[in-house]
């Protein structure tokens, strides 16, 4: 009598996702995704500045100061600085009497704050919650996308989104905004700082097109 308790064990063959790190030349995503709104800025006439946008709450250059001075407070909590602080300078004005070049600098200033030696590791006191540097660029990036679209529909400028930066978004939404205290990806969030989707999604939508409706955008 045999048992087949005594057979030798051999692994389960299984079919596994490649580990694939949604960090992985994140700095030059934060600087494409920046080139991207720079591009849209371009477009910008005087009569532009003082018009709406798809964010109600500001005008074309209450979004260019938000995405300026964003870029600071990110270097800002990198620093050591305290998500209350983040949130009390959110809006203070950081362009003065030259919009372009005060987001240029903050570009650059934030990109070369995160690809300092170990930016990736500290832990950022983030206004949602502790992240991780490589989180906090992730974030910031997805949001300088998502707010290229609302500058280019304010505009009357090209809407259409880097692609790869789009695909980028679409495959690691939920990694991106992992943990944090509301999110887009769930769907108790307030909506203090992410818009609400509107309507249903169409069939067959593209990739920017989810993902500008999980945003609250109607593209």
């Known amino acids: 009598m045999t048992s087949d308790t005594c057979q030798p064990w051999r692994r389960p063959v299984t079919t596994l996702r490649p580990m694939v ?7 030059d995503r934060f600087l494409r995704a920046s080139a991207g709104f720079e591009q849209r800025l371009g477009a910008v006439r005087p009569e532009h500045w003082a018009g709406p946008t798809p964010c109600s709450a500001w005008n ?4 260019v100061n938000h995405m300026t001075r964003g870029n600071l407070g990110y270097v800002g909590l990198l620093r050591g600085g305290s998500g209350a602080e983040f949130l009390r300078l959110r809006d203070a004005d950081a362009l003065d009497a030259d919009p372009v070049g005060a987001y240029l600098r903050s570009v650059q200033e934030c990109a070369e704050a995160f690809a300092a030696p170990g930016a990736f590791e500290r832990v950022l006191d983030y206004p949602l919650g502790k992240v991780s540097g490589r989180q906090a660029l992730a974030v910031r990036t997805t949001d300088t996308v998502v707010h290229t679209w609302d500058l280019a529909r304010a505009v009357g400028a090209d809407e259409t989104l880097d692609g790869e930066l789009v695909a980028w978004i679409d495959d690691f939404l939920e990694e991106i905004y992992a943990g944090l205290a509301e999110t ?4 108790e969030t307030t909506h203090r700082f992410f818009a609400a989707p509107g309507g249903a999604l169409a069939p067959g939508a593209s990739r920017q097109e989810r ?9």
């Open 21 to 27: 790190d949604f960090s992985e030349g994140l700095v």
């Open 60 to 63: 074309v250059r209450q979004l």
């Open 184 to 187: 887009p990806t769930a769907a």
């Open 211 to 219: 993902l500008l409706h999980r945003m609250g955008r109607a593209g």
